[in-house]
Each structure stands twice: as C-alpha cells, then as structure tokens.
C-alpha cells in the first residue's frame, strides 16, 4: 500500500470513531475501505485489522463518557465479559458459517429500527419514568451482551446500534446513557474477537495500530458531541447511519 492507501483509511478510521461513539456502526466505514484499498486482503485479516483499531476507539469512548454518564460497573463488567467470550465464538465460527445469509436479515432488523425510532420518537429521547428493577437490567443487558456479541464476533457492522436500540427500548434508557452502556458492552466485545483474531494470526500489526491511534481520535471527539449535544442529536445520527446501512448492506448484497 502507498501513501494514499494509508490516508485514506486513516481518515476512514478517524471517520468510524466518530460515528461508533454515537450510535455505532463504524465497521461499514472501515471494513470496505480496507477492501478498495488491499483487495487481496482475506476476511479474517480484515476483521482481525479492524478489531484493533476498534477496541481502541470504543476503549476512549467509554472513558470520555465515564466521565460525564453514571456507568453501573457493577452490572455492564460481567456482561462486557459475556459479550467477549460470545463475540470470539462468533469470531471462530466465521469460516464456517455462509455470512451473506445474514446480510438480508439484518437489513431487515435495520429496516424495523429506522422505522420503529421514526414511529416512536420519545424513544431514547428522555429517561423512563419508573425506572427498571435491578433484575430486569441485568437480564436485558446479559442476553443483548450475548446475543450481539455474537453477532459482533460473526459480523459486526451495527453492534453498537443494536445495543443502544435494546437499551433505550427495553429498558427505557436514554439514548446519551444507553451509547454509554453500548460503549462498555462493545469494549467487551470487540477484545473478545481481537483475542481470537490476533491468536490466529490475522491481524496486520503495523496498519491495525495506525489506525487504532486515528480511530481513538474520532472516538473521543464523538463521545464528547453526544454528551454535549444531548439525545436528539444520537436519535437523528442514528436514524441516518442506519439507513446508510442498509444502502450499503443492500449494494454488498445485490453487487454480487
């Protein structure tokens, strides 16, 4: 790769930071630049490439929004440990599982995102007003740790909006405070696979630090907008980063 090939997906890490610490997603930025960039590049090496420079980025997040959000340690540290150990099972069955079956399904779920978060716009908007008991927290956010942890291991692109829509529907948190639980669950998450990828060998050492460093960069700044900017800033974000998603999963989809 020449000069170029490393700008441009630095600035697409600094890009994907950004968008991740709002409402996630930022593996639809990096994955298909690395892709334009080093055709040659296997899957697995991508992913592996990916999950370095991403657990960079949600690490800061988490620490920029510790600093502003109540976090309850107590119940996201052994989920973010649930999601780590699914994400890398998930990580380990990619070779084995056909993935663009769940490219449809998940634009499907994307599809009932944007719409339900258009139909209900109080969503997230403010916190609920009787708050959930301790066991239904822990319940919900153990089984979104596993589930999309998961899926993070298998896939990937929209980890962190998932969590953040369960969170601010189940559990009627608001959406500032529920991209801060995601942060933590996805920070489990993402360490979980770049465990296994790394383990594997599939990680370009060199680019993946690179782009951690730009990655962390656009992190930071994003926490720090959705914390300034309040819960109609995420809640508009993430309705146009979904359907982003699902043009981009769309084209991947029906270019092939």
Request: one cysteine or more.
């Amino acid at each position: 790769m020449d000069f170029a090939d490393w700008a441009a997906l630095l600035v697409a890490a600094t890009a994907a930071g950004w968008v991740d610490a709002v409402v996630g997603g930022g593996g639809l930025i990096i994955l298909p630049t690395l892709f334009l960039v080093a055709p040659g590049i296997t899957p697995q090496t991508a992913l592996g490439t990916n999950k370095l420079a991403a657990v960079a980025g949600t690490g800061a997040a988490v620490a920029t929004f510790a600093r502003k959000v109540p976090i309850r340690w107590k119940v996201l540290l052994p989920a973010a440990a649930i999601a780590a150990v699914t994400a890398a099972t998930g990580a380990a069955a990619v070779s084995l599982i056909n993935r663009d079956l769940f490219i449809p399904i998940v634009m499907v779920v994307l599809v009932g995102v944007a719409i339900f978060v258009t139909a209900r716009p109080s969503i997230g908007i403010t916190m609920a007003t009787h708050a959930p008991t301790r066991r239904k927290t822990i319940l919900v956010v153990a089984l979104a740790a596993g589930l999309i942890g998961l899926y993070d291991g298998l896939l990937g692109p929209g980890t962190g909006t998932f969590l953040i829509i369960t969170f601010a529907t189940l559990l009627g948190t608001e959406f500032v405070r529920a991209a801060a639980m995601a942060k933590v669950i996805n920070c489990g998450s993402n360490v979980g696979a770049l465990i296994f990828f790394a383990a594997t060998g599939h990680i370009l050492w060199a680019l993946g630090l690179s782009m951690a460093v730009a990655n962390i960069a656009g992190s930071i700044v994003g926490s720090r907008m959705a914390l300034s900017k309040g819960a109609g800033f995420v809640r508009m974000v993430l309705l146009v980063v979904v359907v982003v998603m699902v043009i981009r999963l769309g084209w991947q989809q029906f270019s092939v």
